[in-house]
């Protein structure tokens, strides 16, 4: 597995990024979007992409 981490304050298209796995915090403005939440930080929670999830499982 490879993970690469980017950082960023703008509003990026995770799809058109090949993104498995995001961290936002604030709405989630786009309802199209494939998620599962699969923890909360503070005010923000962890989004994963279905697939990743079912390959990987659940974080613990």
């Known amino acids: ?16 990024a ?3 796995v995001a961290i936002r915090f604030g709405q989630l403005k ?3 979007v494939l998620f599962r939440e699969i923890g909360q930080v503070g005010m923000g929670a962890w989004w ?3 697939s990743l999830l079912e390959t990987w499982g659940m974080p613990k």
């Open 30 to 32: 786009d309802s199209s």
């Open 1 to 16: 597995m490879t993970v690469k981490l980017s950082m960023t304050d703008t509003l990026v298209d995770l799809i058109s």
């Open 18 to 20: 090949h993104a498995d």
């Open 48 to 50: 994963g992409a279905p």
